[in-house]
């Protein structure tokens, strides 16, 4: 479950964005919560 919802956060920055310094999103982001319980639900 940390897998999927590391990687449901990671996949909220988009690819052209992406730099060393911005891997993550905002910390307060509200697409996090959606994007994460969406991901826990798929992989239940």
Partial sequence: ???AAANA????????????NN???EAF??????TVSKAIKDLI
């Fill in 29 to 34: 982001d509200p697409r996090v919560a959606d």
């Fill in 9 to 20: 956060i990671a996949g909220l920055v988009p690819e052209e964005e992406l730099n060393e």
């Fill in 23 to 25: 891997i993550l999103p």
């Fill in 1 to 3: 479950m940390k897998l």
